[in-house]
């Protein structure tokens, strides 16, 4: 059993940055392929950018390629979401997950196994 939680949410005006955290706490994440979603109102959850267990390999939505950055500390089991250039269409629930099939990286809703409660992220104009 994975436990994840997120933080790191908030409101920002468009163009600042933020930084998401995931903490997990039931496994080591070392071993374990993670990923980053958002949810906006009304729409289905998407990708948002993914990161293989070792930290070479990284993946990102076109929507925030080059805006932002995701990294992990398997020292402290901790995943983060860097978010700069933020837009009014950032604006969702975030939530991390956990892929522990031993996929090297996952990049689809239904390739991970745990999912965080979500932190809500609003961008004002």
């Known amino acids: 059993q994975v436990q994840l939680v997120e933080s790191g949410g908030g409101l920002v005006q468009a163009g600042g940055s933020l930084r998401l955290s995931c903490a997990a706490s039931g496994r080591t994440l070392g071993s374990y392929a993670m990923g980053w979603f958002r949810q906006a109102p009304g729409k289905e959850r998407e990708f948002v950018s993914a990161i293989s267990w070792g930290g070479g390999k990284t993946d990102y939505a076109d929507s925030v390629k080059g805006r932002f950055t995701i990294s992990r500390d398997n020292a402290k089991n901790t995943v983060y979401l860097q978010m700069n250039s933020l837009k009014p269409e950032d604006t969702a629930d975030y939530y991390c997950?956990?892929?522990?099939?031993?996929?090297?990286?996952?990049?689809?809703?239904?390739?991970?196994?745990?999912w965080g409660q979500g932190t809500q992220v609003t961008i004002s104009s």
């Open positions: 997950a956990a892929n522990v099939r031993k996929y090297q990286i996952a990049t689809a809703r239904d390739e991970y196994d745990y």
